[in-house]
């Protein structure tokens, strides 16, 4: 797992773990968040796996998995005491497993957009425009050019018009590389 780290740890200031959502990697999502952070905290901005530059051959594909791997960067950064953890989006689940599985390790969590107490009655009520976590799953993580067109149309202001779908086959085809 890829991690953005200080160059030296300072035992005076506390720990922070900024963990990103759905995006191209930590910095896409933080990198107006660093500078001001950086003065007050040790800041660790890990790439979850399977965004950035982190990847594993492992199959599990979990928020608790991704949980697990954060905490093992953090030992491998050999940062000992408690950690603060802010997650936004799906990086809200990760927190939120981290701090279920490692009580001793965070201290405060604070989540961002992350709907953890989501629950299928909500989709089922019309909270979302989906009808199930798995309809969500499809569009998020596209597998064909219609639901990448779907994607781009719910994550757009102003989609673009018209995008052929050879273009979003190569799109799916390289992400599914990784």
Same mark, same amino acid.
């Given at each position: 797992?890829?991690?953005?780290?200080?160059?030296?740890?300072?035992?005076?200031? #506390?720990?922070?773990?900024?963990?990103?959502?759905? +995006?191209?990697?930590?910095?896409?999502?933080?990198?107006?968040?660093?500078?001001? !952070?950086?003065?007050?905290?040790?800041?660790?901005?890990? @790439?979850?796996?399977?965004? +950035?530059?982190?990847?594993?051959?492992?199959?599990?594909?979990?928020?608790?998995?991704?949980?697990?791997?954060? =905490?093992?960067?953090?030992?491998?950064?050999?940062?000992?005491?408690?950690?603060?953890?802010?997650?936004?989006?799906?990086?809200?689940?990760? =927190?939120? &497993?981290?701090? =279920?599985?490692? #009580?001793?390790?965070?201290?405060?969590?604070?989540?961002?957009?992350?709907?953890?107490?989501?629950?299928?009655?909500?989709?089922?009520?019309?909270?979302?425009?989906?009808?199930?976590?798995?309809?969500? =799953?499809?569009?998020? !993580?596209?597998?064909?050019?219609?639901?990448?067109?779907? !994607?781009?149309?719910?994550?757009?202001?102003?989609?673009?018009?018209?995008?052929? &779908?050879?273009?979003?086959? @190569?799109?799916?085809?390289?992400?599914?590389?990784?």
């Amino acid at each position: 797992m890829h991690c953005w780290a200080p160059k030296t740890h300072n035992q005076s200031k #506390p720990t922070l773990v900024l963990i990103h959502g759905f +995006g191209a990697n930590a910095m896409w999502q933080f990198n107006d968040f660093i500078a001001p !952070l950086k003065s007050k905290f040790n800041l660790y901005v890990p @790439d979850l796996l399977f965004f +950035g530059d982190s990847y594993t051959t492992r199959p599990e594909r979990s928020e608790s998995f991704q949980a697990r791997c954060v =905490a093992a960067v953090m030992d491998a950064q050999r940062v000992s005491g408690t950690m603060d953890v802010m997650g936004l989006s799906y990086g809200g689940f990760v =927190a939120y &497993s981290m701090a =279920a599985q490692f #009580p001793e390790r965070v201290g405060r969590v604070v989540l961002g957009c992350a709907g953890v107490c989501l629950e299928e009655k909500d989709m089922e009520d019309g909270m979302f425009q989906v009808k199930s976590v798995d309809e969500a =799953a499809e569009i998020l !993580l596209p597998q064909t050019p219609e639901k990448c067109r779907q !994607l781009l149309r719910l994550s757009f202001y102003k989609p673009p018009p018209v995008t052929p &779908s050879c273009f979003l086959a @190569d799109f799916i085809e390289v992400g599914n590389k990784f």
